[in-house]
């Protein structure tokens, strides 16, 4: 799996994007997430169970002071 | 939690001692004049005041002025540029101040349109420094008749300006009595100009504090009276050492008194597109911000734990990104025990983001004001991030405290907050010890210290007159003493230019190394904030893509600058919808909302491309400017290691796994080769690595730009842009095929 075109060292079966967002600790509130280029909502974050080639994005956005 | 309604009224003013203080003004000269109504956005006025003489004087700013520098920190450049020369320094008298809001300035049916761009050349760079601010002196200016304020020469003894936009009179007193420390000459010229206690809100006034006198990390207090708290309020024109300029001049304070706000004091082109796009965006404020950033409770320091959870907040003079204590200065702490809820509190009427918060009723525990309660303005997160954890200080009480006092003696936080840090380590690198600072323990995390190095630093005693130096000076003389090895104090030092970075670590982004050493200014933020889009979402990961964004950020930020707007509701909040646009970064309907302003003010269409073009035009203007007076070439976009990689062993071993790491991801060693280099061997490799990405990422900027490979702006790029300037031209012309 690919995060932010990355390789994701941590996927395991049942891995949702609620799940990489702890691991990473992504604690930044505005965040873009989309798999394989399809936009995911921060209400499906813990639904979405991710697959072994899925490319994941989580854009940050926060563009400072 | 401290709600606004549970917070008492602070105690007024003697108006005995303001009188005695007004009794003691000499007039020197007094003008009296026709305020010209603003059309569209613009006054086309400019005033200029010369303390050497006292002379005042009104001109037309000329339409070829307007076209090429649209107002704010355009106008603040090509006036600045006109009065001065190549051998001007920051304390010759036709060094200017000069401040302009811009035609957006002072429309109250949007956020962020109170702000006032303010230039002069710095004691601390030598070239120009520029500086937003809020408050209400920008749009008062305006509506007294005046696109823009030029101030030069030097009085012999302390002045003060005031300008009534009311009764169109300027006028310049001698002025002994009032204080320096902004938050009493803030409440002491409030109370005097105001005809009562309604009044006073009429009222702005710019001022420095004590410590402008001698120290060059001073700036300018832009007041705003509070009328629920009974109080002023100040705001900063941070960086670069303005202050000092103003004080140089003699000039205590600048006071403008308006009063007659209403919705269309500028005259605008269409107000109906102006009021449909601020109610738009009131209720995206409404709606959105309890879910994203919540600037209406904290502010801008709402960021300080986030930075903390992705490696960039600055700690310990930028060695680490980020502090174990963090939990004692999160954003909740802030929120529950010292910032008033529940309170509007803008600095420009219309504001619907309100960040501008406050802790009241503070009881100072030091200096000259120990004891007295007072109300604290901010933190921003860059204070926060400055005095606080960079200083190895995470205590709220503490960074309050520092935060007021460097306010009131008008000392940058910034600027004090890196210096500070970087006294440290000097200490605990020996470079620095209790003798030669006086008895100073100045170690990361030392509260007493600190503060105690403030309170010297303001009154110019001891080794507070080294602290005011700045960084840049301060190693320079560090070495001199031979107290201290200059490369390292090269490499640990965080300035660029002579100014000390803002709060950000940007080790882990090379584009946000070069969103700091590719400005004109200096390593100010402002420009372009690149280490999300970079380190963490990998948005850029070419050089071509970091060089790209270092092309479009600093044009698109350049503008708020120019037209009067605050960036922060840019981006601080955004449309539910963002997401689905294609690209989130640029937020575009904002985007689109500023060029409906601009038409809705100004009456002229603009698109996308043409916004940028009116920044680029300024952004190398002051390139050139920079150039003119001894800056603005590749050498001088050098930056201290610090900044891009681990100096210390201690820094090094603290991410160990990382660096190592990239050693084989990214420098082409294998695993094994690691294993067998020393500690050394890897900081070096890292180092040679690292440096050589910055130079490739030069590489890639300067072209974007239009620039040859030594950073002097082409001249068929002028010309594209429209700013083939004949002055512009016989500055890069002699350069145009010189290497680096």
């Known amino acids: 799996m690919m995060l932010n075109d990355r390789p994701y060292p941590d996927w395991h079966e049942g891995l949702t994007i609620q799940g990489v967002i702890e691991h990473m600790n992504f604690t930044w509130p505005k965040l873009v997430t989309k798999v394989n280029g399809q936009l995911v909502w921060p209400e499906d974050y813990p639904n979405v169970v991710l697959a072994e080639n899925d490319d994941l994005k989580i854009h940050h956005l926060l563009a400072g002071g | 939690m401290i709600q606004m309604c549970d917070v008492p009224r602070y105690k007024d003013v003697d108006m005995e001692e303001i009188k005695k203080m007004q009794a003691a003004h000499v007039l020197l000269n007094k003008v009296e004049y026709e305020p010209k109504q603003i059309k569209k956005g613009y006054t086309d006025k400019l005033l200029t005041i010369d303390v050497t003489d006292a002379s005042i004087k009104i001109s037309d700013i000329p339409a070829e002025v307007k076209e090429k520098f649209v107002g704010g920190k355009g106008y603040c450049l090509r006036y600045l540029w006109d009065a001065t020369n190549p051998n001007t320094k920051w304390d010759s008298p036709e060094n200017e101040i000069v401040m302009s809001s811009g ?42 008749g005046f696109d823009a304020l030029e101030l030069k020469g030097q009085a012999e003894e302390d002045v003060i300006i005031v300008i009534d936009g009311n009764k169109g009179t300027i006028e310049i007193d001698k002025a002994p009595l009032e204080h320096l420390d902004a938050h009493l000459i803030g409440e002491e010229l409030t109370a005097m100009y105001a005809d009562d206690e309604n009044d006073r809100k009429h009222v702005a006034v710019v ?17 705003f009276y509070d009328p629920r708290r009974g109080t002023v309020r100040l705001k900063q024109a941070g960086r670069g050492g303005i202050g000092r300029v103003f004080r140089h001049k003699k000039v205590k304070a600048i006071v403008c008194k308006y009063q007659g706000i209403k919705n269309d004091l500028n005259h605008v082109h269409d107000i109906s597109i102006i009021n449909k796009t601020g109610v738009k965006y009131h209720r995206e404020m409404a709606t959105q911000d309890p879910k994203q950033n919540n600037m209406r409770k904290i502010g801008t320091a709402n960021t300080m734990k986030i930075l903390n959870d992705y490696d960039i907040l600055p700690t310990h003079n930028f060695k680490f990104g980020g502090t174990p204590n963090i939990h004692e200065m999160e954003p909740k702490v802030f929120i529950e025990q010292w910032l008033t809820q529940g309170a509007a509190d803008g600095c420009w009427y219309g504001c619907s983001m309100a960040c ?17 309660c007072v109300v604290v303005d901010g933190p921003e997160y860059e204070t926060a991030a400055g005095v606080g954890p960079n200083c190895g200080i995470t205590t709220p009480q503490v960074i309050l405290e520092i935060n007021f006092y460097c306010d009131t003696y008008g000392i940058d936080t910034i600027s004090w907050g890196t210096t500070v840090a970087f006294l440290m380590e000097c200490y605990e690198n020996g470079i620095l010890n209790k003798e030669r600072t006086g008895g100073l323990e100045l170690n990361f995390g030392n509260c007493d210290a600190a503060l105690e190095l403030l309170h010297l630093t303001a009154k110019n005693e001891g080794f507070g007159k080294i602290a005011g130096m700045g960084t840049h000076k301060q190693k320079e003389y560090f070495a001199q003493q031979g107290w201290g090895d200059m490369k390292f104090m090269n490499d640990i030092a965080m300035e660029q230019k002579g100014l000390e970075y803002s709060e950000y670590g940007s080790k882990e982004s090379l584009a946000q190394q070069g969103g ?38 600093p044009r698109f930020r350049t503008w708020f600058g120019l037209v009067g707007l605050c960036k922060l509701p840019w981006n601080d909040v955004v449309p539910e919808n963002n997401s689905l646009t294609d690209e989130p970064a640029k937020v575009p309907e904002h985007v689109d909302n500023y060029l409906d302003l601009f038409y809705g003010v100004t009456g002229r269409r603009i698109d996308r491309e043409e916004l940028l073009v009116m920044s680029e035009r300024v952004y190398n203007f002051q390139r050139i400017f920079n150039i003119r007076l001894g800056k603005g070439l590749r050498k001088h976009d050098a930056i201290p290691y610090r900044s891009v990689g681990p100096v210390t062993e201690e820094e090094y071993l603290s991410r160990q796994e990382r660096y190592d790491g990239q050693l084989v991801e990214k420098v082409g060693y294998t ?62 012309e002699p350069l145009q095929n010189v290497e680096p």
């Open chain 2, 671 to 732: 695993k094994e080769q690691v294993e067998q280099m020393s500690l050394q061997e890897k900081m070096a490799a890292t180092r040679t690595y690292r440096e050589g990405e910055y130079e490739k990422l030069i590489n890639a900027v300067y072209p974007k730009r239009g620039w040859t490979m030594n950073g002097v702006p082409k001249i068929e790029h002028l010309k594209k842009i429209g700013m083939d300037l004949p002055e512009l031209i016989e500055i890069v």
């Open chain 2, 103 to 144: 035609p957006i300035a002072g429309i109250t049916q949007y956020a962020g349109t109170g702000k006032m761009l303010v230039a002069t050349i710095s004691p601390l760079t030598g070239i120009p420094i520029d500086s937003n601010v809020g408050g209400f002196f920008g749009p008062y200016l305006k509506f007294s």
């Open chain 2, 207 to 223: 001022c420095a504090g004590s410590a402008a006198d001698h120290c060059d990390l001073s700036m300018l207090n832009f007041t």
């Open chain 2, 516 to 553: 700091y050493g590719l400005t004109n200014k200096g390593p100010q933020h402002d420009e372009a904030w690149l280490i999300f889009m970079d380190q963490v979402n990998n948005q850029i990961p070419t050089f071509d893509d970091k060089a790209e964004a270092l092309y479009y950020y």
């Open chain 2, 356 to 372: 501008a918060k406050a802790a009241d009723h503070f009881k100072l525990k030091t200096g000259p004001y120990a004891g007295n």
